[in-house]
């Protein structure tokens, strides 16, 4: 980094922190009291701060990763400010948590940015600057900054962790993996997705051998058709039995297999995945989830990936392929038809605007489901075009993971969008500054509607006397 380049993103980085101190002080002054989740949250990590180890809610479904780290941090600024009684460990203070999460995440987006498109000369520093901030700024983990929630800390570690493994050094991305599994135990999911990097970059350097000796022009490109499809199966099961090969990948990932091995051991010691309460969190193939992530992609990424010319591809696209949209298209129904699952929560809570996405789209009639699988089409294209530059076996781990993050959860909630959405952005080329700056400006419009229908627009239930709350 220029010495330049340092003065403008710390300058960046303090506007940022300020900015969100202001948000913070005014939505604490407007809901001093724990509110949704934060009535589990809080008082478990008070137990925490008083040194009450040993007591848990059964209500809470996580590990106590956010309490752990609240604790680690509040003791020394303790210490150091000479604080005593209930400010120590009160729900405000336990909200600033996740303010040093915000930005943390601020500069971590920005590494990973800088690692991942190094190679491209022609992005600018202020173009990656002005990336990391918007992605820091995302609506759905920005919100939850201002909360008690485990979003911040988890795609802290999360992002951190994949920092690390970008550098290579993954012993210390497999220690950060544990920190962030400790947040959110489907965090698992990105610690494999990190060791499938390392066996992917393997696989494409095997595949560009394999291709030379083809004496093919584009080694890293497979066509995509069925012989194209064919071959990539026969080189995959050639290079899994290959013993150099398997050599190889374990040597190379060996930290990432630790980590999984202790938390199968968790897994079978706690008889599942969920502490606490299980009732609510039940597992199922819910694969339309991908679709509604597909959909949410879309619409957040469209100041940076939608244009004129992507268009006219799909549109050349279906032309040239009308049978494979045809069989895409009926493929997605079927999975709509069978598999779409409702949450008792989405249809109760009307709090969270999902309760209102559902009820105003998907309800609105029983066809609307499979109306919008045209839309679902073009999103799964355009998430496919934007990532065209990434290679077959790093895509093909992407979305394995991306699968297996999603397809499970039979709540449609968007926070579990939020670090294959933050994955899948840092990783496309880098935009130019209007659709940054365009990017920025959604970003921040929805963060205000978000924060100004949070704090003025409450209700009440029949049965509560206590204000009401919108919120993601």
Request: proline share 4%; aromatic share 18%; net charge positive.
């Amino acid at each position: 980094m220029e010495k330049f380049e340092v003065y403008v993103f710390t300058a960046l980085c303090s506007i940022n922190f300020l900015i969100s101190c202001l948000i913070f002080s005014k939505i604490t002054r407007e809901q001093r009291d724990p509110y949704m989740d934060e009535i589990f949250h809080v008082p478990q990590a008070q137990k925490y701060c008083e040194g009450k180890f040993n007591e848990w809610d059964p209500m809470i479904t996580t590990l106590p990763g956010l309490y752990l780290a609240s604790v680690g941090l509040i003791r020394p600024l303790v210490w150091l400010a000479d604080l005593k009684g209930s400010v120590v460990c009160s729900t405000a203070m336990l909200r600033f948590i996740n303010l040093l999460f915000n930005s943390g995440n601020l500069y971590i987006i920005y590494l990973i940015i800088c690692r991942l498109h190094m190679k491209d000369k022609s992005r600018s520093a202020t173009r990656r600057m002005f990336s990391a901030l918007a992605l820091s700024t995302f609506p759905v983990l920005y919100f939850f900054t201002f909360l008690y929630y485990t979003d911040a800390g988890s795609t802290f570690f999360t992002l951190f962790m994949y920092l690390m493994a970008l550098y290579g050094s993954h012993k210390a991305a497999a220690l950060l993996g544990i920190c962030a599994v400790l947040f959110r135990q489907t965090n698992i999911i990105w610690v494999a997705f990190c060791a499938g990097t390392v066996v992917a970059q393997k696989m494409d350097e095997s595949w560009r051998t394999e291709s030379k000796k083809r004496d093919e022009k584009s080694p890293s490109q497979v066509p995509l058709t069925i012989n194209g499809a064919m071959r990539v199966m026969r080189f995959l099961l050639e290079f899994l039995r290959t013993p150099n090969n398997i050599k190889a990948v374990v040597l190379s990932t060996w930290p990432y297999i630790a980590a999984a091995v202790l938390f199968v051991f968790f897994v079978v010691l706690n008889d599942g995945i969920v502490v606490g309460d299980r009732s609510s969190h039940e597992a199922c193939l819910n694969f339309p989830q991908i679709f509604y992530f597909l959909s949410f992609t879309l619409i957040f990424s469209l100041p940076t990936s939608l244009s004129y010319q992507r268009v006219v591809r799909f549109q050349q696209s279906l032309r040239k392929q009308p049978l494979v949209y045809a069989v895409l298209m009926t493929f997605f129904l079927f999975l709509v038809w069978k598999f779409t699952f409702v949450h008792k929560y989405l249809l109760a809570d009307n709090r969270h605007f999902p309760f209102y996405v559902w009820k105003r789209i998907f309800q609105r009639h029983e066809l609307v489901c499979f109306l919008l699988v045209p839309g679902y089409v073009f999103a799964a294209w355009n998430f496919l075009d934007t990532l065209r530059s990434k290679s077959l076996f790093w895509f093909l781990v992407f979305s394995a993971c991306l699968v297996a993050a999603t397809v499970p959860q039979k709540l449609l909630e968007f926070r579990y969008f939020i670090l294959p959405y933050l994955l899948y952005r840092v990783h496309i080329p880098v935009p130019s500054l209007p659709r940054l700056l365009l990017e920025f400006g959604l970003y921040t419009v929805v963060n205000a509607a978000t924060v100004y229908i949070f704090i003025n627009k409450t209700f009440q239930w029949p049965d509560s006397m206590a204000a009401q709350r919108f919120m993601w």
